[in-house]
Nanobody, 119 residues
Framework: QVQLVESGGGLVQAGGSLRLSCVGSDHSPGKHGIDSMGWFRRAPGKEQEFVGIFRRAESTGDYADSVQGRFTMSRDSFKNTLYLQMAALKPAYTAVYLC?????????WGRGTQVTVSS
């Protein structure tokens, strides 16, 4: 089982930047490690939306079209930490940002961190 804890959310003005962090802890019996990690977001009154995924094996990130060029993920595999650098933020990005981590076919979720972008 993987435990994930997000941090770094807050209130920022439009055009500003934030960096979110997601720290993963591997509590699985075999300590297999965390494969891919990534982010979704959930805005008020909207469906949960994919933001991006960072694949450990490839050390690359894939992003939703809506954030491509504005968001960048990086991962410190030693610390099992995923970062989401967000730039040029828009009010439409206001949401709870949720981190996920995959271990084989199993996906675990953090509780989320609130990002509010004011106009």
């Amino acid at each position: 089982q993987v435990q994930l804890v997000e941090s770094g959310g807050g209130l920022v003005q439009a055009g500003g930047s934030l960096r979110l962090s997601c720290v993963g802890s591997d509590h699985s019996p075999g300590k297999h490690g965390i494969d891919s990690m990534g982010w979704f977001r959930r805005a008020p009154g909207k469906e949960q939306e994919f933001v991006g995924i960072f694949r450990r094996a490839e050390s690359t990130g894939d992003y939703a079209d809506s954030v491509q060029g504005r968001f960048t993920m990086s991962r410190d595999s030693f610390k099992n930490t995923l970062y989401l650098q967000m730039a040029a933020l828009k009010p439409a990005y206001t949401a709870v940002y949720l981190c996920f981590g995959d271990q084989g076919a199993a996906r675990s979720w953090g509780r989320g961190t609130q990002v509010t972008v004011s106009s």
